[in-house]
């Protein structure tokens, strides 16, 4: 069946470094790819997505490359902020099929110091 | 504006009682869905429904059942049967089944002493 795995966590930095957060998927086909944010107490807000081999996925000035030669779709930032501080889930899913299910990766907690 | 409710935030129940999450969104979705989240740990699907009148058990569905007997509402009722009910539950929907993302309620934390 289908999988995400994370780089596990948690990780800590500090403001302005630069963030990378592995994700690795194993999938048959072309799903599409995503990185979900989760901050305390709330649920899942859609960060970026990627449908196809080689597209870009990008906002608030975070960018996942999908990777389709390495089945992979890690989450980058430049430079984090205090605000960023949160879990980051990654997940796949296809269109029209599989009745929209998506496979989430168990998430990745970023904490960010001052 | 559009969006997904889930009542109520904080849920607190004695062992062996039915208790019932409310979902109900008003983005017109087709399909919706539940999930559980235990700390430190990823979403596991409990159950799914694509259409009104019609839903298929996830991968955790013991101790669950659900409803959808309107487009908008999808309530999830945690028996007696479930062995461990504590835990947080998300609520999502998407525009029709197979559409790419997600979109997410802001959950219920549920506690059963």
């Known amino acids: 069946g289908n999988s995400v795995t994370q780089m596990e966590g948690p990780v800590t930095l500090s403001e302005e470094a630069f963030l990378t957060i592995n994700c690795t998927y194993t999938?048959?086909?072309?799903?599409?790819l995503f990185w979900y944010v989760q901050y305390p107490g709330e649920g899942l807000q859609l960060l970026l997505k990627?449908?196809?081999?080689?597209d870009k996925g990008s906002n608030k000035g975070f960018e996942a490359t999908y990777r389709k030669e390495t089945t992979s779709f890690h989450l980058e930032k430049g430079s984090v902020q205090v605000s960023d501080s949160a879990v980051y889930f990654c997940a796949l899913s296809y269109l029209n099929t599989n009745a929209g299910k998506s496979t989430f990766g168990d998430g990745t907690t970023l904490t960010v110091k001052p | 504006d559009g969006g997904i409710t889930q009542s109520p935030k904080y849920l607190f129940r004695k062992e062996g009682q039915n208790v019932t999450l409310s979902c109900e969104q008003n983005?017109?979705?087709?399909?919706m869905y539940w999930y559980r989240q235990d700390p430190g740990q990823g979403l596991r699907l409990i159950y799914y429904s694509q259409i009104v009148n019609d839903f298929q058990k996830g991968d955790i569905a013991e101790g669950y059942s659900v409803s959808r007997e309107k487009k908008e509402s999808f309530p999830l009722t945690v028996t007696s049967a479930q062995k461990n009910p504590t835990a947080f539950y998300l609520c999502a929907s998407s525009p029709q089944a197979g559409s790419y993302e997600q979109y997410f309620g802001p959950g219920t934390r549920l506690t059963v002493t």
């Open positions: 999938a048959t086909g072309y799903p599409s």
């Open positions: 983005l017109n979705h087709d399909a």
């Open positions: 990627a449908t196809k081999a080689d």
